[in-house]
T-cell receptor, first 113, second 111 residues
Framework: DAEITQSPRHKITETGRQVTLACHQTWNHNNMFWYRQDLGHGLRLIHYSYGVHDTNKGEVSDGYSVSRSNTEDLPLTLESAASSQTSVYFC????????????FGPGTRLTVL | AQSVTQLGSHVSVSEGALVLLRCNYSSSVPPYLFWYVQYPNQGLQLLLKYTSAATLVKGINGFEAEFKKSETSFHLTKPSAHMSDAAEYFCAVSEWNQFYFGTGTSLTVIP
């Protein structure tokens, strides 16, 4: 069955370190998204991509970057981790033809000490 | 930009009672509307969606929602709550391939 996976599921890092969170989907979806989930804020969009080599900034993109070198993967990089980036991160994907539904990964819980 | 408001960050109901979770949106055009459910330590799972067809939408696990354009609302209901319904529920609006989420409502079911 097609799926969307994230790794690692849990990560603890230190302030100032570079961290990369992986997202891999086997739906063959063109659209991929990264969100962060924080209490009282719901889900907020960080970055998104509508296809290979396409990336766009979302609502809370400062301190994050993404690259899309193939259809299946959209890694999220924190260039210099900050305590404010402690959060749960969700990756999602959607199909161009059925762009009205997003499918979510299980999430990565990141703690920045 | 779109905005989604979920009234009540926490809702408690007794097992077997009606579940009503409220969602209002702002949109100048007919939107796509969604309800997602999140169980502890899991990702979001689609419950149901409205895409300009019937205004009453039926989803999984006995949930349904009604689109009311005049009230810009898309409230989620279930006639009889079950213990397994305890979770976080998110309302979302989609426009141009982007989603805008509400802040979520945590549903507690009291036995």
């Amino acid at each position: 069955d097609a799926e969307i996976t994230q790794s690692p599921r849990h990560k603890i890092t230190e302030t100032g370190r570079q961290v990369t969170l992986a997202c891999h989907q086997t739906w063959n979806h063109n659209n991929m998204f990264w969100y962060r989930q924080d209490l009282g804020h719901g889900l907020r969009l960080i970055h998104y991509s509508y296809g290979v080599h396409d990336t766009n900034k979302g609502e809370v993109s400062d301190g994050y970057s993404v690259s899309r070198s193939n259809t299946e993967d959209l890694p999220l990089t924190l260039e210099s981790a900050a305590s404010s980036q402690t959060s749960v991160y969700f990756c999602a994907s959607s199909d161009v033809e059925r762009a009205d539904t997003q499918y979510f990964g299980p999430g990565t819980r990141l703690t920045v000490l | 930009a779109q905005s989604v408001t979920q009234l009540g960050s926490h809702v408690s109901v007794s097992e077997g009672a009606l579940v009503l979770l409220r969602c209002n949106y702002s949109s100048s055009v007919p939107p796509y509307l969604f309800w997602y459910v999140q169980y502890p330590n899991q990702g979001l799972q689609l419950l149901l969606k409205y895409t300009s067809a019937a205004t009453l939408v039926k989803g999984i696990n006995g949930f349904e929602a009604e689109f009311k354009k005049s009230e810009t609302s898309f409230h989620l209901t279930k006639p009889s709550a079950h213990m397994s319904d305890a979770a976080e529920y998110f309302c979302a609006v989609s426009e141009w391939n982007q989603f805008y989420f509400g802040t979520g409502t945590s549903l507690t079911v009291i036995p």
